[in-house]
């Protein structure tokens, strides 16, 4: 078919521009492959659960949750492996799906802790509350005297 003397002109083109075809539409393609997943992930936050925590308290559990969740293929934010620069760390909350609150006796002291929530809230981030047993929600009077 290409050997020079027999050589089919028609054919040889024919071939050429069919194989010209398919790369456009391959190239074409990928491009709206790699459009379609920058427009699903261009909404998408980088983390989906934030550990807050007292480190004294509960760091062991925030570690060992953190654990299990990457486990199951989730991205965890937990300050003491990916916090570098403290002036980021409402950033990260606001950066965040789902605030993880490991709710322990004295957490509310933590002004740290009581920011993330308070991040959490102002960007509507969803917060889940895990209440250890000893943990008391603060009544009015408290709220009131800011204790």
Known sequence: ????????????TILSVLFLAIMIAGIALSVLYGLALHILHKNQKPWQFFLSHHKRAA??????LKINLQKRGF???LDT??????TKLFTFVRDTETLVVLATPGILAR??????VVTARLHKVRTVIVKWPLFKYPNEAELQLGV
């Open 1 to 12: 078919m290409f050997d020079g003397q027999h050589a089919d002109v028609a054919t040889a």
């Open 59 to 64: 760091g062991g559990i925030a570690r060992l």
């Open 75 to 77: 991205s965890v934010f």
């Open 81 to 86: 492996d990916n916090l570098t620069d403290l």
């Open 111 to 116: 002004k740290w802790c009581i920011g993330e």
